[in-house]
């Protein structure tokens, strides 16, 4: 008899794994129906979409956004527990959403995994009462999360990051530059901007100012600006306005790894950067009234995720106040031109990824889940 799952994602990077696992589940049983919440790559593994995630990932709290998540939220329990009444949901990450979803099924009786759950050793820590609370196992990412949420009597599976699989061998750098004309005789530095419009909004002046510093200082460096697959490109020109910078769009991981320095805004691409070993600068900018919010819920003091599993600072963080173009500049002189803090900083780097498991952790989801649905 065939098994439903309801997959509920809410952005691009966590819609990404969430594939990956409906890939593994796939090999491993045929006997699965699966739908949910997602986008072209839940699409391509055969999932029914209810929703396409274009429709969840924007960022703010205006009364539109507000009110279409929670219209959705009560169409999709009514659907879930009346229709069709899945075996299984599995949240994948966007926390806010899927903890406010879970509410409800765990009162309909339904079986609700979370695979790469809320970072609440990170901020928002009174979080993990609801995960107690409403999830029946929780599959995380980072090996410090399972003796936490142990200690909390939940359910917990290690699986390893899935970024320690699913990150595509570096790049052969001569052809990576001849495919877009870049110079083999200057260093390469890349601009991540970030995938979300609201990152555009209040990073893009700054990061395309701090090019601008060390273009006039240093003849010997090129530069290139990577436009995230979610962003289009009458949004992302907006954005970049007259700047002449080259656009790399839908080879990100080729880029981090053949770049000499990254200027990066702070999220999944810092880790990814981190496995590669390329040194980087992160600067996040957000309105004050964001920052005071975050400064009030957050638990740590590092905002990256090689410094947080480092638990030290290895790469500067310019955060908010600091997220200046001169201060970028000069912090990409150090790691460029500086040799004892570039191989410092590479050094550490490496250290970072030693700390992950080797465990394919899409697999190793779809394991739990399988085992759990077909004992």
Not at 158 to 179: I, M, N, S, T
Not at 193 to 214: C, H, N, Q, T, W
Request: aromatic letters at 12%; proline letters at 5%; charged letters at 25%.
């Amino acid at each position: 008899m065939k098994k439903k799952i309801f997959v509920i994602t809410g952005e691009y990077s966590g819609e990404i794994h969430a594939s990956n696992v409906v890939k593994m589940l796939r090999q491993i049983s045929k006997d699965y129906v699966i739908e949910g919440i997602g986008g072209d790559n839940l699409k391509a593994q055969g999932v029914k979409l209810y929703e396409h995630i274009r429709n969840l990932s924007a960022v703010g709290l205006s009364p539109q956004i507000i009110w279409h998540h929670y219209m959705l939220g009560k169409k999709l329990v009514k659907y879930l527990t009346e229709d069709y009444k899945p075996d299984l949901v599995l949240l994948v990450d966007y926390g806010g959403f899927n903890l406010s979803i879970a509410k409800f099924l765990k009162k309909a009786g339904i079986k609700i995994f979370y695979y790469i759950p809320p970072q609440i050793w990170a901020s928002r820590q009174y979080r993990i009462k609801k995960i107690k609370k409403y999830i029946d196992k929780v599959l995380c990412i980072f090996p410090f999360e399972e003796p936490l949420y142990k200690s909390y009597g939940i359910d917990v599976h290690y699986c390893g990051h899935p970024l320690v699989y699913g990150l595509q061998p570096p790049a052969y750098k001569k052809g990576f530059f001849e495919k877009y004309n870049l110079d083999m005789g200057k260093k390469l530095v890349s601009v991540f901007p970030g995938s979300r419009i609201f990152e555009l909004k209040y990073l893009m002046k700054i990061f395309l100012k701090a090019v601008d510093i060390l273009q006039k200082k240093h003849p010997d460096l090129q530069f290139c600006i990577s436009q995230a697959p979610n962003i289009s490109d009458k949004v992302f020109d907006k954005y970049l306005g007259n700047s002449d910078l080259k656009i790399i769009k839908g080879d990100n991981q080729a880029l981090l790894s053949v770049s000499d320095a990254l200027i990066l805004a702070s999220g999944t691409v810092a880790l990814e950067a981190c496995l590669y070993q390329t040194p980087m600068v992160i600067a996040y900018n957000a309105p004050k009234f964001f920052y005071w919010i975050y400064l009030l819920v957050r638990c740590i003091d590092k905002v990256s995720l090689p410094n947080i599993i480092a638990n030290k600072f290895i790469l500067p963080e310019l955060i908010v106040k600091d997220a200046k173009a001169e201060l970028i500049a000069q912090n990409l002189e150090d790691i460029l031109y500086d040799t004892t803090k570039r191989l410092i900083m590479i050094s550490e780097l490496g250290n970072v990824s030693k700390l992950l498991s080797n465990k394919n952790s899409a697999l190793e989801a779809a394991k739990v889940i399988d085992m759990e649905l077909f004992p």
